[in-house]
C-alpha cells in the first residue's frame, strides 16, 4: 500500500465511518454491502464534474452521530521533492493531501444534473429517485467507456451518498421542498433557492478575515516548498482585489 502524507480534522482518525444502509439493488443492479470502515468515494465534483474523492466519517463521541464530508485536494510541489518519516523511511510522493470539510450542498448540485439534465425544469422526486436516476446515468457512461472507469464517478458511490444523514437537509437548502400525505419528502431543484444560498456563500469567501486567512495559508505553504517560490505576494494582492471587487 503506497503511504501518503496528509493534513486532516482532528477525530476523523479516531472516527469509525457511518454504517451505510446497503439496498437489495438499484435500477442498474448493484448490490451494496455495509461497510464498518473508512472509506472513500468517487463523486463527481461540484466545479468541473469530473471524479474526485471525498470521505465521509461520523464521531463516535457525537450524540446525534451527526455526519460529515470531506474533500480530498492534493498540493503539488513546483518542483520534484520527496518526504521523510520519523521512521527514516523516504516517500517518493511529495504532495500534501489536504482532508477539508465540504458543504454536501456542492455534491448534491452535480447529482440533481445526473439524475434530470434539464434541471431547471425538473419534477418533484423522492432522494431515492434522484440518486437512483444519478447513478444509472454514470452506470450508462461507464459502459460506454469500457474498462477505463477513472474518467467517471463510481455510480455505486453515489448511492451510498444518498444514505447519508445530512443529505435532506442539503437538498433542502438548493430545493424546493413538497411532503406528501403519507409523509414522504420529493424535491425539486430550485435555482433561486440555490443562487440565494451560493451568494451567502460568496459574501463570506469575500470578507476580509477570510482573505487574509489565506495569504497566511499560501505563504505556509510557500515557506514549505509546497507552493509557488516567486511573486507569491502579488499574487495574493490580486485574489483579494477580486474578492474585495465581488
Excluded at 442498474?28 to 466545479?47: C, D, I, M, Q, Y
Excluded at 521512521?87 to 470539510?101: F, Q
Excluded at 434522484?130 to 477505463?148: C, D, H, R, T
Amino acid at each position: 500500500m503506497t503511504s501518503k502524507i496528509a493534513i486532516i480534522p482532528k477525530g476523523v482518525l479516531s472516527a469509525s465511518s457511518t454504517s451505510l444502509v446497503s439496498r437489495d439493488s438499484t435500477k442498474s443492479g448493484v448490490e451494496l454491502e455495509n461497510t464498518t470502515a473508512l472509506s472513500f468515494l468517487k463523486l463527481p465534483h461540484p466545479r468541473t464534474d469530473l471524479p474526485a474523492l471525498f470521505l465521509p466519517f461520523s464521531s463516535e463521541s457525537s450524540v446525534d452521530r451527526e455526519e460529515q464530508i470531506l474533500e480530498v485536494q492534493a498540493v503539488n510541489p513546483p518542483a520534484s521533492r520527496s518526504w521523510f518519516t520519523d521512521d527514516n523511511t523516504v516517500l517518493e510522493d511529495g504532495r500534501l493531501l489536504l482532508l477539508t470539510p465540504i458543504d454536501p450542498m456542492f455534491l448534491l448540485l452535480p447529482i440533481l444534473r445526473l439524475a434530470n439534465p434539464s434541471i431547471e425544469s425538473g419534477t418533484f422526486q423522492t432522494i431515492d429517485a434522484i440518486f437512483e436516476a444519478a447513478s444509472q446515468k454514470v452506470y450508462e457512461q461507464q459502459l460506454e467507456i469500457g474498462e477505463n472507469t477513472d474518467d467517471t464517478p463510481n455510480y455505486k458511490d453515489i448511492i451510498l451518498l444518498s444514505r447519508m444523514n445530512f443529505v435532506p437537509s442539503a437538498l433542502s437548502r438548493i430545493c424546493d421542498c413538497q411532503e406528501l400525505e403519507d409523509s414522504t419528502k420529493v424535491y425539486r431543484f430550485s435555482f433561486p433557492i440555490a443562487l440565494k444560498m451560493l451568494q451567502v456563500k460568496v459574501d463570506r469567501l469575500s470578507s476580509p478575515e477570510m482573505a487574509a486567512s489565506t495569504r497566511i495559508i499560501a505563504r505556509s505553504l510557500s515557506k514549505d516548498g509546497l507552493g509557488p517560490n516567486e511573486h507569491v505576494d502579488d499574487k495574493l494582492r490580486e485574489g483579494n482585489l477580486v474578492l474585495r471587487n465581488t
